[in-house]
C-alpha cells in the first residue's frame, strides 16, 4: 500500500531550525513533484514549498531565504529545511507528492496526501 509520510515536526524558539521529512512507502517509481503546506489554527492550507521534475523549487514570499525543499530520489523522501523559524510558522505541515505507479497499466500518476506534522514555534 502506498503512503506518503511526514515527519520531523516538534517545538523549537524562535530562530531555531527544523528539517521536516516526508517519505513515500509502497510500491512507486518516482516522485514526480512534492509540495509542502501549512495550516495554522483557523486558516487555510497555504502553499509553502515545492519542488518540480529538475528540481526546480518555489516558496511562498513569506519563507523565501529561510526554508529550503529538496529530494533524494534513492530514498523517496523530500525535505523541508527551516531556518530562522518564526512564531508565525507555527502550523500544522503536510505533504503533497505526485507519485508514479505502475500497477500493471504502466506508469501513472496519482497524488497523495500526508498526514501532516505538527511544527510550533515559540517566541
Known amino acids: 500500500q502506498v503512503q506518503l509520510v511526514e515527519s520531523g515536526g516538534g517545538l523549537v524558539q524562535a530562530g531555531g531550525s527544523l528539517r521536516l521529512s516526508c517519505t513515500a512507502s509502497g510500491s512507486i517509481d518516482s516522485i514526480a513533484a512534492a509540495d509542502w503546506y501549512r495550516q495554522a489554527p483557523g486558516k487555510q492550507r497555504d502553499l509553502v514549498a515545492g519542488?518540480?521534475?529538475?528540481?526546480?523549487?518555489k516558496y511562498a514570499d513569506s519563507v523565501k531565504g529561510r526554508f529550503t525543499i529538496s529530494r533524494d530520489n534513492a530514498k523517496n523522501t523530500v525535505y523541508l529545511q527551516m531556518n530562522s523559524l518564526k512564531p508565525e510558522d507555527t502550523a500544522v505541515y503536510y505533504c503533497n507528492a505526485i507519485l508514479v505507479l505502475d500497477n500493471g497499466w504502466g506508469p501513472r500518476s496519482y497524488s497523495y496526501w500526508g498526514q501532516g506534522t505538527q511544527v510550533t514555534v515559540s517566541s
Open positions: 519542488i518540480a521534475g529538475g528540481d526546480s523549487t
